[in-house]
């Protein structure tokens, strides 16, 4: 399956923007899951948000809960980030992964081994 997410770019603080992640190929699993996943510059890959397939059910990180929100397109393969109130600290390349297996670790970037390019989001203050 290959991923490819869009939608970055530069808001303001306060502002949104909302992240595409297309996936493309061979059939999903009907326990697929798909995630969001973001890198600052000089920090480690954290997870932000995920989407299990089979329950239609979307979770997110702390950090950005009541803020962001996941859903999904099926028709379109597609898992969509909605990110509301951007802060500067929300500034990151975001990336779109996926696993054929919904697991209880699906915060865990090891548990992710297909990845899409990312995404580029700044949020300037």
């Known amino acids: 399956v290959q991923l490819q997410a869009s939608g970055g770019g530069l808001v303001q603080a306060g502002g949104s923007l909302r992240l595409s992640c297309a996936a493309s190929?061979?059939?999903?699993?009907?326990?697929?899951?798909m995630s969001w996943f973001r890198q600052a510059p000089g920090k480690e890959r954290e997870f932000v948000a995920a989407?299990?397939?089979?329950?239609?059910?979307?979770y997110v990180a702390d950090s950005v809960k009541g803020r962001f929100t996941i859903s999904k397109d099926s028709a379109k393969n597609t898992v969509f980030l909605q990110m509301n109130s951007l802060k500067a600290k929300d500034t990151a390349i975001y990336y779109c992964?996926?696993?054929?297996?919904?697991?209880?670790?699906?915060?865990?970037?090891?548990?992710?081994?297909?990845w899409g390019q990312g995404t580029l989001v700044t949020v300037s203050s």
């Open positions: 190929g061979r059939a999903f699993s009907t326990n697929y899951a």
């Open positions: 989407f299990r397939w089979s329950l239609n059910r979307g």
């Open positions: 992964t996926a696993r054929e297996r919904w697991t209880v670790d699906y915060s865990n970037v090891r548990q992710y081994e297909n």
